[in-house]
Each structure stands twice: as structure tokens, then as C-alpha cells.
């Protein structure tokens, strides 16, 4: 009986001199789990921080790159050593030899701003007047050839420095819609969207763009001589006493624009013959342009909405620095009509396009138009950031409807 009582006691006694050392060995890896753990906290807010950083690097280099739109995979470059990657591309010209010519290494290195023109042979003397403007502030020059003629451009000294891209019968916005992707021009502050039938005489583009700068225009547009042959709007023409205006005051026609209007024509307005969109801006109106709607009718309307803030602050038209619009019609477009028979006079031919380019440009007004509001009614998630506009509109359709 005592010996089972001995064996009973001895067997609690090792118990408790087990647990004992099991408490005191967890006492005694407090202070290693403690520095374990603080080391721990250190390498994910190192590793954190560094994903970060990369996050913002590449953010920087490629801007306006969404890796959903590409269609591709994270994984899809793992294949090339990390180091020989470009991730942004630009449109500067390098020459195939080195040259000791200081102006084209100034072009390479100093240019942030891109001038765009469609460029047909026939307008080949005024295109010259108009990049010999910009070539003095040291643009990138990108001419659209929609009438196929390139050799005709090489005898100017400026050609070779160019970029020339050819598609035929095609308008400004489809060249701008496939070759001035937003992660391709991202290099340029500023992007120049002209036509090619623009007189630059009273132009200079540093003057100008010191102006949008110090004024913070997001979207802008020289203003035009009162004398242009096209105007269209009272908006864009140039006022003699100011340096810039966001917005025009008229009581005449239609549209009438007092304090009270808060949206295009009256202000937040440019016209699409000579638009001078910033990086951000560009990013937007990109995306707005159509690839099937070819001639841009209805878009300058809604600029407004990439102007990055309050169009009626952001849009503006200088008036120091203005154009004259001669109105020629060059382009042909993609409706346009090729000569079935070749007895047909050439007057007639020109007359015949020119009708059916309005006809479509009218046809593509109407759809671009059903389009906004087919998307704004679908959009459950979009709100108008210039509702006072909306509710205008629908006091206007609402007036309408009761007169009929």
C-alpha cells in the first residue's frame, strides 16, 4: 500500500517538475518570439514598400497603360530578363547615322509637344508655313497622308525629321483614333490636332502654350480671325481686347449665351479645326473618339467632359495667339465616292464627294449623339458632372414637347 502511494507520488512530482520546465522554457522564448516577430514586421514593410515604389515607377513609365485593356497576363513577360524591357514607346524620329546637326539632337531630347496635321499634296505649300512655325519650338511633327503622296514631301528640308503616315481618303480623327494612342504620345505635355488649312501668320506656339500653362487650359484652340472663312460658332472668334476667353456672350440665333449658360457653345467650347488637348485631356478624348464615326461630328460638343475639372474653367480659346480658318475642303474621307467614269469633269467629281461627305458627316452626328445618350442610360454608375446642363436640356426638350 505504500508503495503504490511512493509510485503515485513520485509520478506528481515528475509532472510538476515537467510542466514547470515547460513554463519556464516559454518564459525564457518570449523575447525570441518578440524579436522574431519585430522581424518579421520589418521585411513585409520593406517588401511592401519596395512593391510600392515599383508600383509608382512603372505608373510613371507607362502612364496609360491598363493591363486589362491589353488583354494580357502579368506572366506575359517573364520570358525577357527585366533589365532589356521598355515599357514606353514614343514617336521621335532617330536618324539611321550620327550627326553633329545640334538641332536634331535638340528635337530628341527637349520636344514635349506633338503637332498632328492631315497633309494633302495640294496644301503642301500652307503645311509648310505651319511646321516651320512649330519646327522653332522644337515639336515632333506627324503628318497624315490621306491622299497616298508621300515622295512629294521630300524635297522639304524638315520632311526627313517628320513622321509620315499614309491611308487613303481617310479624315484627322481615324489617323488619330489608330496612331496617337494615349501610351504613345504619353511622352508629349501637349498634343496639336490641326487641319491643314490653317493660316499661322499671327501664330506662335510658345506663346501659346505659355498661356494655356500659366491659365491652366486643359483643352484650348487659337482663336480665328474675324475674317476666316469658316466659322462656325461665335465662341472661337478673336476677341482684340483679351489675351484669352472662356466664354462669349450673344443674344442673336438660337443658342443664346448669357452668365447663365454653362455649357457649349457658350463656354467649355472648342472647335475640332484646331483643338490643343493636354496629355491628361488627350486621354479622354481618345477613348471618345469613334472608330467607326470617321469624321468627328458632335465629339467637340462633349470635349467638355475631358477637361479633367470645370469645363467652363479648363476650356478656353486664346485670343493673343489666333488663325485664320481658310476653309478649304481637301479631305476626302472614308465615304469618299471614287470617279466611276473618267469623262466625268473634276468640278463635278469634287461636288459630288463633298455632298456625300456631308451627308455622312450628318448620318454620324445622329449616331454619335444616339450613342451618348444610349450610354448615359445604361451607365447606371455615371453621373453628369455638369447636371445644371442636363436639367437646361430637358427644360428645352420639355418646352418642345408642349408646343407640339
Known amino acids: ?56 515607377l512603372e505608373s510613371k513609365l507607362r502612364p496609360f497603360y491598363i493591363l486589362k485593356d491589353s488583354g494580357m497576363t502579368s506572366t506575359s513577360l517573364n520570358s525577357l530578363p527585366r533589365g532589356i524591357i521598355e515599357a514606353s514607346s514614343d514617336l521621335e524620329l532617330k536618324p539611321l547615322w550620327k550627326t553633329s546637326s545640334s538641332k536634331s539632337k535638340v528635337n530628341v531630347q527637349s520636344s514635349r509637344s506633338l ?38 514631301w521630300w524635297n522639304l528640308e524638315w520632311s526627313k525629321e517628320a513622321i509620315h503616315i499614309v491611308a487613303h481618303n481617310q479624315t484627322k480623327w481615324w489617323f488619330a483614333k489608330r ?28 506663346r501659346y502654350l505659355k498661356i494655356v500653362r500659366s491659365e491652366g487650359l486643359e483643352i484650348s484652340q487659337p482663336a480665328l480671325d474675324p475674317n476666316s472663312t469658316g466659322i462656325h460658332h461665335r465662341i472661337t472668334i ?46 479622354c478624348a ?12 458632335g465629339m467637340d460638343m462633349k ?15 486664346v485670343d493673343s495667339e489666333y488663325i485664320v480658318h481658310k ?43 444616339e450613342r451618348w445618350e444610349q450610354a448615359v442610360k445604361e451607365d447606371k454608375n455615371w453621373r453628369d458632372p455638369f447636371p445644371a446642363s442636363q436639367r437646361r436640356k430637358q427644360r428645352r426638350s420639355q418646352k418642345r414637347h408642349a408646343k407640339v
Request: net charge positive; proline share 3%.
Open 286 to 297: 481618345w477613348h471618345l473618339i469613334q472608330n467607326d464615326l470617321v469624321h468627328g461630328w
Open 115 to 152: 503637332l498632328a496635321l492631315p497633309a494633302g499634296i495640294k496644301q503642301k505649300k500652307n503645311v509648310d508655313l505651319i511646321v516651320q512655325k512649330f519646327l522653332s519650338e522644337n515639336f515632333t511633327i506627324i503628318l497624315f497622308h490621306y491622299d497616298g503622296n508621300v515622295n512629294g
Open 327 to 369: 476653309s478649304i475642303q481637301t479631305l476626302g474621307g472614308a465615304s469618299a465616292r471614287k470617279v466611276s467614269h473618267p469623262e466625268e469633269t473634276m468640278k463635278r467629281h469634287a461636288v459630288d464627294v463633298r455632298s456625300e461627305i456631308r451627308r455622312q458627316s450628318t448620318s454620324e452626328l445622329q449616331i454619335f449623339k
Open 179 to 206: 496612331f496617337l494612342h494615349p501610351a504613345v504620345v504619353s511622352i508629349y505635355d501637349y498634343i496639336f490636332l490641326w487641319d491643314e488649312d490653317l493660316g499661322v501668320e499671327h501664330f506662335h506656339p510658345g
Open 1 to 56: 500500500m505504500r508503495a503504490s502511494k511512493s509510485w503515485r507520488w513520485l509520478l506528481k512530482k515528475r509532472h510538476f517538475l515537467f510542466d514547470g520546465g515547460i513554463c519556464g522554457a516559454k518564459m525564457k522564448r518570449l523575447p525570441f518570439l518578440g524579436v522574431l516577430c519585430t522581424v518579421m514586421l520589418f521585411i513585409i514593410y520593406r517588401t511592401t514598400t519596395y512593391q510600392y515604389r515599383q508600383t509608382e
Open 238 to 283: 478673336r476677341n482684340r481686347m483679351h489675351k484669352f476667353h472662356r466664354r462669349v456672350y450673344d443674344t442673336r440665333g438660337s443658342t443664346k449665351c448669357s452668365d447663365d449658360s454653362e455649357g457649349p457653345p457658350c463656354t467649355g467650347f472648342v472647335e475640332g479645326m484646331a483643338p490643343v488637348f493636354s496629355k491628361s485631356a488627350w486621354y
Open 303 to 317: 470635349l467638355g467632359y475631358c477637361a479633367q475639372g470645370d469645363r467652363t474653367m479648363k476650356v478656353g480659346v
